[in-house]
């Protein structure tokens, strides 16, 4: 029973541990499921279906009522005089019209503004991700940055086992008359230094946590360990980058554009029907309130677009020239930036061909010296400098390990890949 118990717990254990790891991965989903930006989404897409349906809308019969009451100066009379017949109009005259219009063709308007719209939407969500992506980076920074603090801790962990081994070293020293008081004291002062660094560490990594979990949404990421990524990054890849659908997207809202030029100056056909309610009617010879009607066809033709067709263009062609240049800013900083990342990953490489001879070789420094410290024949703050210099060459080398894993992904946050 207590075997099962003590498996039960071992278990509980393990699967805490595993519970408790955290991917980058996951850090950028829940990145950008918790920014409040995303909600943007939906009312770009919304917005852009309601524009849509309105604009089609155009083709729905349009109904006008409108009122009129005026007076003339001078009114239509007859030349001569029929004997008992009275003919005049007044000159206050009145009307009360109601009128159907029906679009039969438009020249493509309505089809335009359906079009504009949904070009309109991709170019605000093409915007909308790009400032998403940007997440990407500032996570990157602080997951790294605790990937750091976790890495300078284990090393100091190191440390502070090596200096409890040195302790318990220089006390036996100390029996055998060969160390004093003060080496022990001076081995008590690097273990107080050891564990003030890692207190310092902690409180580091603990402001990392807060922030990242302020980004994420998530609680207790202090807790969490950190999972290594691993990265496999070719340099001739494709560059993703959410800008360049971006510029696409405003290269396309642009084409759309240029083709409502062109449905905005052609005529326009539609029939109509007017019901109306006056004095005169229809009969100018017959004074009096009457209603009547009219139906017809109507043809119509504004040509003053005409005017400014032409600049019109111009401008769009600006506008075009304009995305171009900033594409081509873009990539520019964008392969300046990648070429940059990749000499830091080379020069990173070329250090770490030396971390490992240079933590073999002040092992057996420190192993010599431990062993002179022993032997009476070197004191104990030399045997420290010593230990000193092993444990930073041990941090070199998980610092280059972390940096050029921050350089090879920043070179995914580069080309998007």
Same mark, same amino acid.
């Given at each position: 029973?207590?075997?099962?118990?003590?498996?039960?717990?071992?278990?509980? &254990?393990?699967?805490?541990?595993?519970?408790?790891?955290?991917?980058?991965?996951?850090?950028?989903?829940?990145?950008?499921?918790?920014?409040?930006?995303?909600?943007?989404?939906?009312?770009?897409?919304?917005?852009?279906?309601?524009?849509?349906?309105?604009?089609?809308?155009?083709? #729905?019969?349009?109904?006008?009522?409108?009122?009129? &009451?005026?007076?003339?100066?001078?009114?239509?009379?007859?030349?001569?005089?029929?004997?008992?017949?009275? #003919?005049?109009?007044?000159?206050?005259?009145?009307?009360?019209?109601?009128?159907?219009?029906?679009?039969?063709?438009?020249?493509?308007? +309505?089809?335009?503004?359906?079009?504009?719209?949904?070009?309109?939407?991709?170019?605000?969500?093409?915007?909308?991700?790009?400032?998403?992506?940007?997440?990407?980076?500032?996570?990157?920074?602080?997951?790294?940055?605790?990937?750091?603090?976790?890495?300078?801790?284990?090393?100091?962990?190191?440390?502070? $086992?090596? /200096?409890?081994?040195?302790?318990?070293? +220089?006390? $036996?020293?100390?029996?055998?008359?060969?160390?004093?008081?003060?080496?022990?004291?001076?081995? *008590?002062?690097?273990?107080?230094? *050891?564990?003030?660094?890692?207190?310092?560490?902690?409180?580091?990594?603990?402001?990392?946590?807060? %922030?990242?979990?302020?980004?994420?949404?998530?609680?207790?990421?202090?807790?969490?360990?950190?999972?290594?990524?691993?990265?496999?990054?070719?340099?001739?890849?494709?560059?993703?980058?959410?800008? /360049?659908?971006? !510029?696409?997207?405003?290269?396309?809202?642009?084409?759309?554009?240029?083709?409502?030029?062109?449905?905005?100056?052609?005529?326009?056909?539609? %029939? #109509?029907?007017?019901?109306?309610?006056?004095?005169?009617?229809?009969?100018?010879?017959?004074?009096?309130?009457?209603?009547? !009607?009219?139906?017809? %066809?109507?043809?119509?033709?504004?040509?003053?677009?005409?005017?400014?067709?032409?600049?019109?263009?111009?401008?769009? *062609?600006?506008?075009?020239?304009?995305?171009?240049?900033?594409? $081509?800013? #873009?990539?520019?900083?964008?392969?300046?930036?990648?070429?940059?990342?990749?000499?830091?990953?080379?020069?990173?490489?070329?250090?770490?061909?030396?971390?490992?001879?240079?933590?073999?070789?002040?092992?057996?420094?420190?192993?010599? &010296?431990?062993?002179?410290?022993?032997?009476?024949?070197?004191? %104990?703050?030399?045997?420290?400098?010593?230990?000193? &210099?092993?444990?930073?060459?041990?941090?070199?080398?998980?610092?280059?390990?972390?940096?050029?894993?921050?350089?090879?992904?920043?070179?995914? !946050?580069?080309?998007?890949?």
């Amino acid at each position: 029973m207590k075997r099962i118990f003590v498996w039960a717990v071992g278990m509980c &254990a393990v699967c805490g541990t595993v519970s408790a790891q955290l991917t980058l991965e996951e850090c950028y989903r829940a990145a950008r499921e918790n920014y409040p930006l995303v909600r943007q989404f939906d009312l770009i897409e919304r917005t852009k279906d309601f524009t849509v349906e309105n604009a089609a809308k155009g083709y #729905f019969p349009q109904l006008s009522f409108s009122g009129k &009451a005026s007076y003339q100066s001078d009114v239509t009379k007859m030349p001569f005089s029929i004997p008992g017949v009275e #003919f005049g109009l007044d000159n206050d005259q009145y009307q009360l019209v109601l009128e159907l219009n029906q679009t039969v063709w438009d020249g493509g308007v +309505v089809r335009n503004r359906k079009e504009e719209a949904r070009a309109k939407s991709e170019v605000q969500k093409g915007q909308l991700e790009v400032n998403l992506y940007a997440l990407n980076d500032r996570v990157n920074q602080l997951f790294f940055g605790m990937l750091l603090i976790d890495a300078q801790l284990a090393q100091n962990a190191l440390l502070q $086992a090596q /200096l409890a081994r040195n302790h318990g070293q +220089v006390s $036996a020293c100390m029996q055998q008359g060969v160390a004093n008081q003060a080496d022990l004291d001076a081995v *008590a002062v690097e273990q107080l230094n *050891a564990r003030q660094t890692e207190s310092e560490l902690r409180v580091n990594r603990k402001a990392y946590a807060e %922030v990242l979990g302020l980004l994420t949404g998530r609680k207790g990421i202090d807790a969490e360990r950190l999972v290594k990524p691993s990265v496999t990054v070719e340099p001739l890849e494709e560059n993703r980058r959410p800008e /360049l659908l971006l !510029y696409e997207s405003q290269r396309r809202q642009l084409s759309v554009q240029e083709k409502g030029l062109t449905a905005r100056y052609m005529p326009k056909l539609g %029939v #109509f029907a007017q019901g109306a309610y006056g004095d005169p009617g229809l009969n100018m010879l017959k004074g009096g309130f009457e209603p009547y !009607y009219i139906a017809g %066809v109507r043809l119509s033709w504004n040509i003053s677009d005409l005017y400014t067709r032409k600049n019109d263009k111009r401008l769009l *062609a600006a506008s075009r020239d304009d995305i171009d240049v900033q594409e $081509a800013v #873009f990539r520019l900083n964008n392969r300046m930036e990648t070429a940059q990342h990749w000499r830091t990953v080379e020069k990173i490489d070329t250090l770490m061909k030396n971390d490992d001879e240079l933590i073999r070789l002040r092992t057996n420094i420190r192993k010599s &010296a431990e062993a002179k410290v022993a032997n009476g024949t070197l004191t %104990v703050t030399e045997m420290l400098r010593e230990v000193t &210099a092993e444990d930073q060459v041990k941090q070199t080398k998980a610092l280059h390990e972390i940096q050029r894993l921050q350089a090879l992904y920043d070179i995914k !946050y580069t080309m998007n890949h």
